[in-house]
């Protein structure tokens, strides 16, 4: 049964960027997209953008366009979510969940907080 | 985009009771609707997956149902480990994907 296991919790400073990992354990890694979303405290979630590891596709919400770039890596399992030109409004719980019925499974959440 | 919403965005019950949440999409999406729970500090957990089926492992007593715009989640006797946040989302879409606002479960 595949498992998504991401990287630790980040304190980063406005204006600098954030690379949060993504890695897939137990099934094949390109049989499915990779879905990244964020929740803010108290908030729901917000769609960020996705991958799709076999074809190497990759899309992203209009909202972050120019300053997010998701990648995937097969021969480690792993995608990748940088998001640059960090602001306090990005503080929160990034998720990454495979596609496929539905998000399951999801990480357990990388806390990324910005404050200087 | 497709937009999501959901009622009630909050909702009081008893251990036992049953309890409907409603999602309704901005444009109809055939069954491509999932639902999940979340619990403080967790990610959330697949629950239903395209309208009404149910992801393994999880209670028989959720179900989903609907179609085009309106769907719902039902619980049919609430257990105490039930309150959580619940959330739709469609999967219309690969990509973008919208979730609901959310209904948060609370005891009575």
């Known amino acids: 049964q595949v498992q998504l296991v991401q990287s630790g919790a980040e304190v980063k400073e406005p204006g600098s960027s954030v690379k949060v990992f993504c890695r897939a354990s137990?099934?094949?890694?390109?049989?499915?997209?990779i879905t990244w979303v964020r929740q803010a405290p108290g908030q729901g979630f917000e769609w960020m953008g996705g991958?799709?590891?076999?074809?190497?596709?990759?899309k992203y919400a209009q909202k972050f366009q120019g300053r997010i770039t998701i990648t995937a890596d097969e021969s480690t399992s792993t995608a990748y979510m940088e998001l640059s030109s960090l602001k306090s409004e990005d503080t929160a719980t990034y998720y990454c969940?495979?596609?496929?019925?539905?998000?399951?499974?999801w990480g357990q959440g990388t806390l990324v907080t910005v404050s200087s | 985009d497709i937009q999501m919403t959901q009622s009630p965005s909050s909702l009081s019950a008893s251990v036992g009771d049953r309890v409907t949440i409603t999602c309704r999409a901005s444009?109809?999406?055939?069954?491509?609707l999932n639902w999940y729970q979340q619990k403080p500090g967790k990610a959330p957990r697949l629950l239903i997956y395209?309208?009404?089926s149910l992801q393994t492992g999880v209670s028989s007593r959720f179900s989903g149902s609907g179609s085009g715009t309106d769907f719902t989640l039902t619980i049919s006797s609430l257990q105490p480990e039930d309150f959580a946040t619940y959330y739709c989302?469609?999967?219309?879409?690969?990509?973008?994907?919208?979730f609901g606002q959310g209904t948060r479960l609370d005891i009575k």
């Open positions: 969940a495979s596609d496929g019925a539905g998000l399951d499974p």
């Open positions: 137990g099934g094949a890694f390109n049989s499915f997209s």
């Open positions: 991958v799709i590891p076999m074809f190497g596709t990759t």
């Open positions: 444009q109809g999406i055939k069954s491509f």
């Open positions: 395209a309208a009404s």
């Open positions: 989302q469609h999967s219309y879409s690969i990509f973008p994907i919208t």
